[in-house]
């Protein structure tokens, strides 16, 4: 496995900066933690499985390296089984990888972030985020990772709605920390919050096999208000600080 990046030209953890360009390659080869750590990914997915049969060892990116320099974001992937990142994300070795996905941030015409609370079902049960999910081998194209068509894909296999029908930001913004990186961007609905939750709850109503449990307005950044994981909070603080919502 690869030593430790040297981060010390990147941003402070958790401090959000603007993108300035990205370049994610993926290559064809085993991602190296796979290789090295196949065994104890296959002995830890048993347990896993023991204790949530719902969960689906399905393929998925996850970054070899990555680097961030005056903003911008490059980086080295695989595809690897979702049982391999599963034993990452409980070990997290230095060095060995990254975890880099998208978080389209979705803003009704009232002012509310709309989150989603995932299912018990799920690998994050329970937790309070904006609808997205991890890179997977269909959002390659040409051999890099189509964060844009990531989150489009996320958020209608999730909610039901359409990114096509709001107005996007100019371009990401992101953060880092615990060996994860979180590029976002906000997509501003024409829609008030009330109308975009009840969209939401009729998709989930529909969908054979719900992600998620309910569709969430927020409208503050208090850190306690929901059990949210760690990146959504910079990301609350600077929306509600008005940074996010020109």
């Known amino acids: 496995m690869s030593e430790p990046t040297d981060r010390s030209h990147w941003p402070a953890a958790n401090r959000i900066f603007t993108v300035k360009s990205l370049d994610l390659l993926v290559s064809p080869e085993p991602h190296p933690f796979h290789v090295a750590e196949q065994a104890a990914a296959a002995e830890n997915w048993r347990a896993e499985i023991s204790a949530n049969p719902a969960l689906f060892d399905g393929r998925m990116v996850l970054q070899h390296r990555v680097d961030i320099r005056d903003g911008a974001v490059s980086g ?8 391999t990142f599963m034993w990452w994300r409980k070990t997290r070795s230095p060095g060995a990888a990254m975890h880099l996905f998208g978080l389209p941030v979705i803003l009704s015409s009232d002012g509310a972030v709309i989150a989603i609370r995932m299912g018990r079902h799920t690998a994050n049960p329970g937790r309070v985020y904006c ?13 890099r990772c189509d964060i844009a068509g990531n989150m489009a894909r996320e958020v209608r296999e999730e909610t039901g709605l359409d990114l096509a029908e709001a107005v996007a930001s100019p371009g990401f913004q992101a953060l880092h920390g615990n060996d994860t990186v979180t590029l976002f961007r906000t997509y501003r609905f024409k829609e008030t919050a009330d109308a975009l939750i009840e969209r939401i709850g009729v998709h989930i109503v529909q969908d054979a096999e719900p992600e998620i449990d309910e569709a969430l307005a927020i409208v503050s950044a208090d850190p306690a208000r929901h ?7 910079p990301i609350l603080a600077w929306i509600f600080e008005g940074k996010g919502t020109d």
Do not use: K
Not at 227 to 233: C, G, N, V
């Open 131 to 143: 609808a997205a999910g991890s890179l997977d081998p269909g959002d390659i194209v040409d051999g």
């Open 227 to 233: 059990p949210y994981p760690d990146f959504m909070l």
């Open 76 to 83: 080295v992937a695989h595809v690897v089984p979702f049982s």
